[in-house]
DNA sequence: AAGTGTGAACCCCTTCACAGCA
DNA sequence: TGCTGTGAAGGGGTTCACACTT
């Protein structure tokens, strides 16, 4: 298993090799993909071995097929579904998000308890209300949920998701998830990530 | 200067704290705080030693005065004020975000490029054309941005922030930013948020 | 008996440094 | 000469463990 670090460098570096191959570059040096990765040669030697791919002294790494390599490691098509919770300011962002963007990602169905959004679709995306949500979720196999709602339901969604054999989420909401052992909550919290930029930013002045 | 993870964890007990005090408790044990924030006794009580502050064996910490010396490290009025960069999707998200909830951040002005937004006001936030971003940041003196605008445009636009006077920028853009140094940048990248989720969930079911 | 404060041990990720190779 | 692959060293955050306190 790679250390967390690592898989999220990957998925970096990744993203720079699809340029990189969009604009007709086909191999890079370590230090190259540090750079445009803000990170540093060394690293990315250690992360590309501990993937088991190699690269060659006089070229570097080829990007197709460091690109494959990430892919084989990163990619999992059970886990490429998921469901939005929530289609609230931020739901509709990630909903939009990865609607403009056909990346590898796909959202199936997004959830709300409003009446004005179920039924339609938003990005592509049909809004079902809240109690097709096991339903939904078992007939497609879908294991990663993205939460983004209201902090008083969360708790209990969250139950009914992991019952319904969700094994990942990605937690827009700001407060602590009490899940089963085996699911792996992901938690993107804006305000504290504001809080460590103010913090830094004016250390950083001196 | 604090680590970074300590931080992030103080903004979170912080929140929590908010929430006891809310909810009448006057006193909390680490274990306690430990668990709500998905974290163990011993590091809270690291962290809250790195702070400089301390609690007692028969009570634990107080509450009020905890907050208090979390607010003391964290807070710091002339960093309480942000712009917003582009009012897509995840922008207004933003900016719902933080006029909905009224907490100390507080988002002075929203930048776009379309006509149809400039001149009005979304949650309260006034938003404005591009041209005015440099004078807007000196006049109100704004230290923090939050980066939601497409690829191309992003980097031309960091370095007027950067020349405006910015010194933190939570960036959503999903590339390297090339800053000067001094200003501190933390990027919130949901794609590769996703991809460890998926990671991460598949290992743990073995 | 139970919890805090903290030196020290631990662990894991990062970085160094250099042999090997084109 | 310049880059990769990698053992070994390094560094920094986490956890242990226990003296101290109430």
């Not at 199936?108 to 308890?113: E, I, L, M, T, W």
């Not at 054999?165 to 052992?181: A, C, E, K, M, Y």
Request: proline fraction near 5%; charged fraction near 20%.
């Amino acid at each position: 298993m790679l250390p967390e670090p690592t898989v999220e460098r990957l998925s970096r570096y990744r993203r720079i090799l699809r340029d990189l191959h969009g604009s007709g570059k086909t191999s890079v040096f370590s230090h190259e993909l540090a750079e445009m990765a803000h990170s540093n040669a060394a690293q990315v030697r250690r992360d590309v071995m501990l993937i088991g791919h190699s690269g060659s002294p006089a070229k570097g790494y080829e990007v197709t097929a460091l690109r494959t390599a990430i892919g084989d490691v990163l990619d999992d098509p059970a886990l490429s579904r998921s469901v939005v919770i929530g289609l609230g300011n931020l739901g509709q962002a990630v909903v939009g998000y990865f609607g403009d963007h056909h990346s590898r990602f796909t959202i199936s169905a997004a959830f709300d308890v409003d009446p004005l959004k179920i039924g339609r679709e938003n990005f592509g995306v049909p809004t079902f209300g809240m109690e097709k949500l096991e339903e939904l979720i078992s007939a497609q196999n879908i294991r990663i949920a993205i939460l983004a709602i209201p902090k008083p339901v969360a708790q209990e969604i969250v139950n009914r998701l992991c019952a319904a054999g969700i094994t990942g989420i990605v937690n827009f909401v700001q407060i602590p998830l009490r899940v089963p052992p085996g699911v792996f909550v992901e938690l993107v919290d804006i305000a504290a990530t504001w809080e460590k930029v103010a913090y830094f930013s004016r250390r950083r002045q001196g």
